[in-house]
């Protein structure tokens, strides 16, 4: 878990920690969006039910995209930050020495 300490120190990287709580967030704001462009749809659907139609679609497929490219992002970083780890860990087995 993140102690405060570790904000002042460069032993441990914060980003892995972070950005569990930021892909939440961000997923939290996708679904909102998602929500809001169904109602409007409804909305519209009393006017021109195929332009309220298109759009109720349009959110549902917005919002599945919007989550699978939050994963795919916050994977990526983190992804990012174990490959470091574990060029540290082949660093610190003694690996060949590039001079």
């Known amino acids: 878990m993140l102690e405060f300490r570790d904000l ?3 032993d441990r990287f914060i980003t892995p920690t972070i950005i569990k709580m930021f892909y939440w967030l961000v997923i939290g704001l996708i ?5 809001s462009g169904i109602l ?6 009393m006017v021109n039910p195929f332009v309220g ?3 109720i679609l349009t959110s ?3 919002l599945v995209v919007g989550i ?3 994963r795919i992002g916050a994977e990526f970083v983190l992804i990012v930050f174990r490959i470091n780890e574990h060029l540290g860990a082949i660093r610190d087995q003694g690996g060949p020495q590039q001079h």
């Open 8 to 10: 002042f120190q460069w």
């Open 31 to 35: 679904a909102l969006s998602g929500l």
């Open 40 to 45: 409007s749809g409804i909305g519209l659907m």
């Open 53 to 55: 139609l298109l759009t």
């Open 60 to 62: 549902l497929v917005g």
């Open 68 to 70: 699978i490219s939050a």
